[in-house]
């Protein structure tokens, strides 16, 4: 056991686990934890259906390679194409896209109206000593 070295930390779980004496994630997660406010922008309230979406293509393309027999042909009720048709999965996959676009939205809204946060202030002494003591 002595001549063994110690392994070193892999660095992404170093820089993502919170420290003891950290109050805050590393400086790589802290932009996209908390952003600076008014950095979201409308587009991207567009850019957060496209997981689900791709997700429902996929879903569709897997139902309708699987055979009419297979027991879990579509992984959800509301995807399975045979008791709703198209058109009213289609309509499903609307509602669930306006359910993560209209949030979206509201988020970015309050992005945009919360105030900036203060700047911390590390002074060792108060303002009115005029200087460092």
């Known amino acids: 056991m002595r001549g063994r070295r110690r392994a070193r930390r892999p660095e992404l779980l170093h820089r993502l686990v919170q420290h003891p004496g950290r109050r805050r994630p590393g ?26 979406g791709l997700y429902f293509a996929f879903a569709l393309a897997r139902g309708a390679l699987l ?9 959800y009720p509301f995807l399975d194409v045979t008791a709703h048709g198209y058109g009213g999965v289609l309509a499903n996959a609307a509602a669930l896209g ?16 919360r105030p900036a946060p203060r700047p911390s202030e590390y002074r060792i002494s ?3 000593a005029r200087g460092l003591k």
């Open 67 to 75: 055979s009419p027999a297979a027991p879990a042909r579509y992984t």
């Open 98 to 113: 306006a359910a993560f676009y209209v949030p979206g939205l509201a988020i970015i809204a309050l992005d945009r109206i």
């Open 27 to 52: 400086p790589g997660l802290r932009p996209r934890l908390d952003p600076p406010p008014g950095a979201l922008r409308w587009r991207h309230a567009a850019q957060w259906p496209a997981a689900p």
């Open 126 to 128: 108060s303002e009115r």
